[in-house]
């Protein structure tokens, strides 16, 4: 049965610390594994990664997959309170079906 | 619109009725997906179409649980004789795609969700 883990599921820090998310997956036919955050709303897309080793950036988000692993992590710098969130990690397949790990909850306090 | 809508937002029924919970993906997005999730929880699964088709409905918890996306675009989730445990948020998504068969994924936009309490 595929599965999605992350670790931790909930994390509190401080402004301006550096965190790191994790996620292990077994999907079947994997094809690419995403990070979404999620506030009080829908899931907002952060990251789609296909290749082993290559650093995907966005601001201070960054994000890397190692397929040999099955493997992958989240990195957020100098966190911000608006970095508060679940972060979510989904394994997709080929053929497109997604499954969701059940998030870490981020919380960053001033 | 810009984004994937979704209607009614907040639905309260009582046990035993049935609900159809509506989703408008974005303009042009061929794939549509539906999930469940609870509080606390990462989406689940449920079922999704390509274009009008549904491609795969192994996530559909009973035979309580349809969908259909007849001319393509507008989705409907039906829930059929509603039960206490069926209470969730449900959320649409789509995603852009170049046709049926392509071995592709592809970013998946959520709606807004409709939170279904059954009582």
């Known amino acids: 049965e595929d599965k999605v883990v992350q670790s931790p599921l909930s994390l509190v820090v401080h402004e301006g610390d550096t965190v790191t998310l994790n996620c292990s997956y077994e999907?079947?036919?994997?094809?690419?594994l995403l990070w979404y955050k999620q506030e009080k709303k829908a899931p907002t897309f952060l990251f789609m990664l296909t290749s082993s080793g290559i650093e995907k950036k966005s601001g201070r988000l960054s994000s890397i997959l190692d397929k040999k692993e099955l493997f992958s992590i989240l990195n957020i710098t100098a966190t911000q309170t608006g970095d508060s969130a679940i972060y979510l990690c989904?394994?997709?397949?080929?053929?497109?079906?997604?499954?969701f790990g059940p998030g870490t909850r981020l919380s960053v306090l001033p | 619109g810009a984004g994937v809508s979704q209607s009614p937002r907040y639905k309260v029924t009582k046990r035993g009725q049935d609900v159809a919970l509506r989703c408008d993906p974005i303009?042009?997005?061929?794939?549509l997906y539906w999930y469940r999730q609870a509080l606390g929880q990462g989406p689940e699964f449920l079922t999704y179409f390509n274009y009008e088709a549904q491609q795969d409905k192994s996530g559909l918890p009973n035979d309580r649980f349809s969908a259909e996306r007849p001319e393509g675009s507008i989705s409907t989730l039906t829930i059929q004789r509603t039960e206490q445990r069926d209470s969730a948020m449900y959320r649409c998504?789509?995603?852009?795609?170049?046709?049926?068969?392509?071995?592709?994924?592809?970013?998946?936009?959520f709606g807004p969700g409709t939170r279904l309490t059954v009582l």
């Open positions: 989904a394994g997709a397949h080929y053929g497109q079906n997604f499954v």
């Open positions: 998504a789509s995603s852009r795609l170049a046709g049926p068969g392509e071995q592709n994924t592809d970013t998946q936009y």
């Open positions: 999907v079947t036919n994997f094809r690419s």
């Open positions: 303009s042009g997005h061929v794939s």
